[in-house]
């Protein structure tokens, strides 16, 4: 009976975390449809702006901007995007281990010389072990992105580089492919990489005013602070996938454990049974 008792409650125990995970897939399945239609409407907005900027650097060869300049790299920015919560699989322990991959890259530098944008407290936590500083607090934006916080972010970044304050800027974030598939990515955010411009369409004449150098001038911090913005939707977007993956995966645990525990239980009860009735003939022959 002991032994039944015991069964009955693990049985009730893994009912109640089954509970939990299939609610926590539910929740992030439906922040998982919300980023996604942002994202969706993010990016041809990003790819109209860098395809205006192709357009207008068509003949522009001598286009010079602060954020275009490659020096050496003294001193260097790192952006991280994590969560701020875990249970998502690997999600968090992906971006750390490339984090730390980066970090001995430019450990040559010094740590004063290494400055890290945490989004997220996983990524937090994770520099802190590091005995490294975060050169600021983005917890609370973490879980909910907006572009006026990602834009002030990318401005403070854009100030030091033109200043000669920092040489590079890093980010590090989760681009997201499918429900099943989010990719860690790491790319230089500043100095800007600008598009080729390609050849005049002979068939497409624009009108620019005033000129194409104006224009450029004013076009590019916004695509810099846009893309910063999009980053952080996209690795929002992964995380949710892959807590929604990570929870389906524990649901179909429960499940296989709950077959296994009822089996084991059916069992045990039968041999019960089996043991009383022997006892109850044994004491009828007697």
């Given at each position: 009976?002991?032994?039944?008792?015991?069964?009955k409650g693990r049985l009730q125990s893994v009912h109640s975390t089954r509970k939990i995970t299939s609610a926590m897939m539910m929740v992030s399945s439906a922040k998982l449809l919300?980023?996604?239609?942002?994202?969706?409407?993010?990016?041809?907005?990003?790819?109209?702006?860098?395809?205006?900027?192709?357009?207008?650097?068509?003949?522009?060869?001598?286009?010079?901007?602060?954020?275009?300049?490659?020096?050496?790299?003294?001193?260097?920015?790192?952006?991280?995007?994590?969560?701020?919560?875990?249970?998502?699989?690997?999600?968090?322990?992906?971006?750390?281990?490339?984090?730390?991959?980066?970090?001995?890259?430019?450990?040559?530098?010094?740590?004063?010389?290494?400055?890290?944008?945490?989004?997220?407290?996983?990524v937090t936590k994770a520099i802190q072990k590091l005995e490294m500083a975060p050169a600021g607090d983005y917890e609370a934006i973490a879980a909910k992105p907006s572009y006026q916080?990602?834009?002030?972010?990318?401005?403070?970044?854009?100030?030091?580089?033109?200043?000669?304050?920092?040489?590079?800027?890093?980010?590090?974030?989760?681009?997201?492919?499918?429900?099943?598939?989010?990719?860690?990515?790491?790319?230089?955010?500043?100095?800007?990489?600008?598009?080729?411009?390609?050849?005049?369409?002979?068939?497409?004449?624009?009108?620019?005013?005033?000129?194409?150098?104006?224009?450029?001038?004013?076009?590019?911090?916004?695509?810099?602070q846009l893309k910063l913005y999009t980053m952080h939707i996209d690795s929002l977007t992964s995380e949710h996938a892959a807590r929604m993956t990570a929870m389906q995966i524990a649901?179909?645990?429960?499940?296989?454990?709950?077959?296994?525990?009822?089996?084991?239980?059916?069992?045990?009860?039968?041999?019960?049974?089996?043991?009383?009735?022997?006892?109850?003939?044994?004491?009828?022959?007697?």
């Amino acid at each position: 009976m002991a032994l039944l008792k015991e069964i009955k409650g693990r049985l009730q125990s893994v009912h109640s975390t089954r509970k939990i995970t299939s609610a926590m897939m539910m929740v992030s399945s439906a922040k998982l449809l919300k980023t996604q239609q942002l994202i969706a409407t993010l990016y041809p907005y990003e790819q109209k702006l860098n395809h205006m900027m192709q357009h207008l650097l068509q003949g522009e060869k001598e286009f010079r901007s602060p954020y275009i300049q490659q020096r050496d790299v003294k001193r260097v920015a790192i952006v991280v995007f994590s969560s701020n919560t875990g249970l998502a699989g690997r999600f968090n322990h992906n971006i750390i281990n490339q984090l730390y991959s980066v970090i001995e890259n430019y450990l040559h530098l010094g740590k004063e010389n290494i400055l890290i944008y945490p989004i997220g407290s996983k990524v937090t936590k994770a520099i802190q072990k590091l005995e490294m500083a975060p050169a600021g607090d983005y917890e609370a934006i973490a879980a909910k992105p907006s572009y006026q916080a990602t834009r002030m972010i990318a401005q403070e970044l854009m100030q030091l580089f033109i200043t000669d304050k920092i040489d590079r800027v890093e980010l590090i974030y989760h681009h997201y492919v499918s429900k099943g598939t989010q990719e860690v990515r790491q790319e230089i955010f500043l100095p800007v990489d600008l598009p080729s411009g390609g050849n005049e369409d002979p068939e497409q004449e624009y009108i620019v005013e005033p000129d194409r150098i104006s224009l450029l001038e004013q076009l590019l911090p916004k695509v810099i602070q846009l893309k910063l913005y999009t980053m952080h939707i996209d690795s929002l977007t992964s995380e949710h996938a892959a807590r929604m993956t990570a929870m389906q995966i524990a649901n179909d645990n429960a499940d296989n454990l709950i077959d296994e525990l009822k089996l084991e239980y059916n069992k045990v009860r039968q041999q019960s049974i089996t043991n009383e009735l022997l006892d109850i003939a044994g004491g009828t022959v007697r």
